[in-house]
């Protein structure tokens, strides 16, 4: 079975640095995916990145961007320019492709914190 | 109108009594899933159908039980509630008839429920 990681319960940022989350996972497929979701206080769940393992291009979406290193299986997440409003808890997770499981496996979750 | 629709938002029972949670979605995805979030453990599955007439366990569905009513409506029961119940329920979706399982899921604002 997959497993994901983060390694870090909590981070903390000042108000406009970057800051790198880290997620790692164990896998034995060849082709999946990985998110990256943030859940603010309101507790919805947003997707804020993702990543298929087929590309190695890193995505990128305005100020997040990943690092994905396949043959060492991590994935993690950068935030550039950080604001208040990416103070959150933030999620890395797994999917594998249509005809597996399909279902989404959660790391445990980092606290980010931004100063201002 | 969300497109995942959970209710109640929040709710407190009692040991013992039976509480049926709701979930909705307007978005025609074929798959649906029951999460469980506690702090510290992130989310994990409950149950998950394919479709009307497929339901899966997840990994934690002692205690637990699902409906799917039809492809829209996805509930999650607990027979006897007790008070290790006590969490935030998340119901999501994803669309695979079309290929797209990367684009991970549609998750619903979640029930905090508070069993005592």
């Known amino acids: 079975a997959q497993t994901v990681t983060q390694s870090q319960p909590e981070m903390s940022v000042q108000e406009a640095e970057t800051v790198t989350l880290s997620c790692t996972y164990d896998t034995s497929e060849s082709d999946y995916y990985l998110f990256w979701y943030k859940q603010p206080p309101s507790r919805q769940m947003i997707l804020v990145i993702r990543?298929?393992?087929?590309?190695?291009q890193n995505a990128t979406e305005n100020r997040f961007s990943v690092n994905f290193q396949k043959a060492a299986k991590s994935f993690s997440l950068k935030i550039s320019d950080s604001q208040l409003g990416d103070a959150a808890m933030y999620f890395c997770?797994?999917?594998?492709?249509?005809?597996?499981?399909?279902?989404?496996?959660f790391g445990k979750g980092t606290k980010l914190t931004v100063n201002p | 109108d969300a497109d995942v629709t959970q209710t109640p938002r929040n709710r407190i029972t009692k040991t013992g009594k039976r509480i049926m949670l709701e979930c909705s979605q307007t978005?025609?995805?074929?798959?649906m899933y029951w999460y469980r979030q506690d702090p510290g453990l992130g989310l994990r599955l409950i149950y998950y159908?394919?479709?009307?007439?497929?339901?899966n366990k997840g990994e934690i569905s002692d205690g637990y039980s699902v409906s799917r009513q039809a492809q829209a409506k996805f509930s999650l029961s607990l027979e006897s509630a007790i008070p290790n119940q006590t969490a935030l329920y998340f119901c999501a979706t994803s669309d695979t008839r079309t290929g797209r399982t990367n684009y991970g899921y549609t998750f619903g604002s979640g029930t905090r429920l508070t069993v005592v």
């Open positions: 997770a797994y999917r594998s492709p249509q005809g597996g499981s399909e279902k989404l496996v």
């Open positions: 978005k025609g995805h074929d798959r």
């Open positions: 990543q298929e393992a087929y590309k190695q």
């Open positions: 159908s394919f479709d009307v007439k497929d339901i």
